[in-house]
T-cell receptor, first 112, second 114 residues
Framework: GNSVTQMEGPVTLSEEAFLTINCTYT??????LFWYVQYPGEGLQLLLK?????DKGSNKGFEATYRKETTSFHLEKGSVQVSDSAVYFC???????????FGPGTRLSVLP | DVKVTQSSRYLVKRTGEKVFLECVQD?????MFWYRQDPGLGLRLIYF???????EKGDIPEGYSVSREKKERFSLILESASTNQTSMYLC?????????????FGPGTRLLVL
């Protein structure tokens, strides 16, 4: 079945460092891909999404490109801030279903 | 603006109690979901509903039931709470149809069963 794999972390970076969180997926058909962020004590919020191959999603300085050839959707940010400390989830939405498949989440800690 | 609310942020119950968790959305979305989130296990789907009075089992439905009498409200019921149901419970909603639609989450309910 469909699945999402991402680096589990925790990832610890200094402020202004470059961030990459890897995400790869297995799916039949043509899923849409999402990154969600969860701040401490809160629910998940959509960070960005891409709905077809080669699409780039972007928001708040974060970017991810839907790469069908490598089945990947890696999250990047050029300069992280302390306020980016959170758990990041990669997810896919199945082609003909209503459900999402989530990765295990990656905890990011950014130190001042 | 999308709004998904959950009845409680924190809940403490005793083993054997019946527990109701409520989720309300104001977006007129057809689909609603209940997940539980546990450290190291990520999000696991308990039940979902694609219409009023309709429900489908997710990956871990055992020990849970759900109710959807109105479109905007989706309730998760623990018939007899057990300590292994201590967890963070997240409700989500989504417009039906194309897979590019986003799931919107509530703030979560952290449940402790003693």
């Amino acid at each position: 079945g469909n699945s999402v794999t991402q680096m589990e972390g925790p990832v610890t970076l200094s402020e202004e460092a470059f961030l990459t969180i890897n995400c790869t997926y297995t799916a039949t058909g043509y899923p849409s891909l999402f990154w969600y962020v969860q701040y401490p004590g809160e629910g998940l919020q959509l960070l960005l999404k891409a709905t077809k191959a080669d699409d780039k999603g972007s928001n708040k300085g974060f970017e991810a490109t839907y790469r069908k050839e490598t089945t990947s959707f890696h999250l990047e940010k050029g300069s992280v801030q302390v306020s980016d400390s959170a758990v990041y989830f990669c997810a896919l939405s199945e082609d003909y279903g209503q459900n999402f498949v989530f990765g295990p989440g990656t905890r990011l800690s950014v130190l001042p | 603006d999308v709004k998904v609310t959950q009845s409680s942020r924190y809940l403490v119950k005793r083993t054997g109690e019946k527990v109701f968790l409520e989720c309300v959305q104001d977006m007129d979305h057809e689909n609603m979901f209940w997940y539980r989130q546990d450290p190291g296990l990520g999000l696991r789907l308990i039940y979902f509903s694609y219409d009023v009075k309709m429900k489908e089992k997710g990956d871990i439905p055992e020990g849970y039931s759900v109710s959807r009498e109105k479109k905007e409200r989706f309730s998760l019921i623990l018939e007899s709470a057990s300590t292994n149901q201590t967890s963070m419970y997240l409700c989500a909603t989504k417009r039906a149809g194309l897979n590019r639609e986003t799931q919107y989450f509530g703030p979560g309910t952290r449940l402790l069963v003693l």
